[in-house]
């Protein structure tokens, strides 16, 4: 198969540091390619993701262009145009599908969480269209019949060697939002009596008062703050961390971190939100807590779990070659449907990724 994938216009891919969407797309560009397909990423001209890519813009846009819609459509026009040689294209855009049209079947994987806005792109998606959730929980939040298949993410588990969990302290790694528990982690560390280090991306204005207002004066002692990190940082610091802790305070649609942890052997302390059920098997990998004081003892726990049995849930789960395939089948399902096989209007699921 040809496939052609359209990634969006605001980092490149890979990303340098946060963009769990863009890393995503690069550990399925490159596995695509290597099960032997053909693969064209359309991207912006600063990503290095070593599959053919094509481009329109120089590079990427950032966060502060996603509320003009204008070059984002620019971005999609030149992609479509680009891309109608493949068999399928696959849109990583919520935008695309609902302004562009193909001659070829489309799959777009919607990463975000189900709003209103969503909703309404969802309804307006053509036939040729087969959206795909990444958890069953985004998938439970949408209309019935919106989606045609679930696809974990996964990763390449060759670039998340199992760490020692040496390091004492507990690691919060995201970005800095409220909806993330920045704040919260803060407080579930210092009753856990833990350290704890902050690795977090500050963007946009909204991310810029939360952390001057909420974080930053609670920092210091055992506290720290480190800011944005790059990818050796980032995976030196999940593996020598005791847990990543992940106070969640929404259905976040999938927590790529979190089986990032899992891969090098750190447990997940979580809130019991969105997909976090899906991807961390309480007091086996990690443990899931309704309460504050659930996550402290959560914390407390996790260096007497085994960080081997996080690394195999992780390598069975969470692999790139899964996720991959599953993809691969949605693909092929999308060009040989079978005769009165309707993946969109039944609710049917083409592809259930495990867990």
């Given at each position: 198969?040809?496939?052609?994938?359209?990634?969006?216009?605001?980092?490149?891919?890979?990303?340098?540091?946060?963009?769990?969407?863009?890393?995503?797309?690069?550990?399925?560009?490159?596995?695509?390619?290597?099960?032997?397909?053909?693969?064209?990423?359309?991207?912006?001209?600063?990503?290095?993701?070593?599959?053919?890519?094509?481009?329109?813009?120089?590079?990427?846009?950032?966060?502060?262009?996603?509320?003009?819609?204008?070059?984002?459509?620019?971005?999609?026009?030149?992609?479509?145009?680009?891309?109608?040689?493949?068999?399928?294209?696959?849109?990583?855009?919520?935008?695309?599908?609902?302004?562009?049209?193909?001659?070829?079947?489309?799959?777009?994987?919607?990463?975000?969480?189900?709003?209103?806005?969503?909703?309404?792109?969802?309804?307006?998606?053509?036939?040729?269209?087969?959206?795909?959730?990444?958890?069953?929980?985004?998938?439970?939040?949408?209309?019935?019949?919106?989606?045609?298949?679930?696809?974990?993410?996964?990763?390449?588990?060759?670039?998340?060697?199992?760490?020692?969990?040496?390091?004492?302290?507990?690691?919060?790694?995201?970005?800095?939002?409220?909806?993330?528990?920045?704040?919260?982690?803060?407080?579930?560390?210092?009753?856990?009596?833990?350290?704890?280090?902050?690795?977090?991306?500050?963007?946009?204005?909204?991310?810029?008062?939360?952390?001057?207002?909420?974080?930053?004066?609670?920092?210091?002692?055992?506290?720290?703050?480190?800011?944005?990190?790059?990818?050796?940082?980032?995976?030196?610091?999940?593996?020598?961390?005791?847990?990543?802790?992940?106070?969640?305070?929404?259905?976040?649609?999938?927590?790529?971190?979190?089986?990032?942890?899992?891969?090098?052997?750190?447990?997940?302390?979580?809130?019991?939100w969105g997909s976090s059920p899906e991807i961390v098997s309480h007091g086996l990998t990690g443990h899931l807590a309704a309460t504050t004081s659930g996550l402290v003892d959560g914390c407390r726990l996790a260096a007497s779990l085994d960080r081997d049995e996080c690394r195999a849930s992780a390598v069975e789960r969470f692999s790139a070659e899964r996720m991959v395939e599953e993809y691969l089948d949605l693909?092929?399902?999308?060009?040989?449907?079978?005769?009165?096989?309707?993946?969109?209007?039944?609710?049917?699921?083409?592809?259930?990724?495990?867990?």
């Open positions: 198969m040809r496939i052609g994938i359209i990634a969006p216009p605001w980092y490149p891919v890979p990303p340098w540091g946060y963009g769990g969407t863009e890393g995503m797309i690069d550990v399925l560009a490159r596995g695509i390619m290597a099960a032997g397909h053909d693969v064209c990423l359309f991207t912006t001209a600063d990503s290095t993701c070593p599959v053919p890519r094509l481009h329109l813009l120089p590079e990427g846009l950032g966060v502060a262009a996603m509320a003009d819609e204008t070059a984002e459509l620019t971005h999609l026009d030149a992609a479509y145009s680009h891309l109608d040689d493949c068999d399928v294209i696959h849109d990583h855009t919520l935008l695309g599908p609902a302004v562009q049209s193909a001659s070829c079947p489309v799959v777009t994987t919607v990463h975000g969480p189900i709003d209103t806005r969503t909703r309404q792109f969802l309804a307006t998606y053509p036939g040729n269209v087969l959206p795909t959730a990444i958890s069953h929980s985004q998938r439970g939040l949408a209309p019935s019949g919106s989606f045609s298949a679930v696809v974990h993410h996964g990763i390449d588990m060759r670039h998340w060697p199992v760490g020692s969990g040496s390091g004492g302290y507990l690691l919060f790694l995201g970005r800095m939002s409220p909806d993330k528990g920045v704040d919260a982690a803060i407080t579930v560390a210092r009753r856990a009596g833990m350290p704890l280090r902050i690795a977090a991306r500050i963007r946009g204005p909204e991310e810029k008062r939360y952390f001057i207002e909420a974080v930053r004066p609670r920092l210091g002692g055992t506290v720290e703050f480190l800011g944005e990190v790059g990818p050796g940082e980032r995976l030196a610091l999940l593996g020598e961390a005791t847990a990543l802790l992940n106070p969640l305070r929404w259905s976040e649609p999938f927590g790529l971190v979190m089986i990032e942890a899992l891969a090098v052997g750190t447990p997940v302390v979580t809130t019991r693909y092929r399902s999308a060009l040989h449907p079978g005769p009165g096989v309707d993946l969109r209007g039944s609710g049917a699921t083409a592809v259930v990724g495990d867990g």
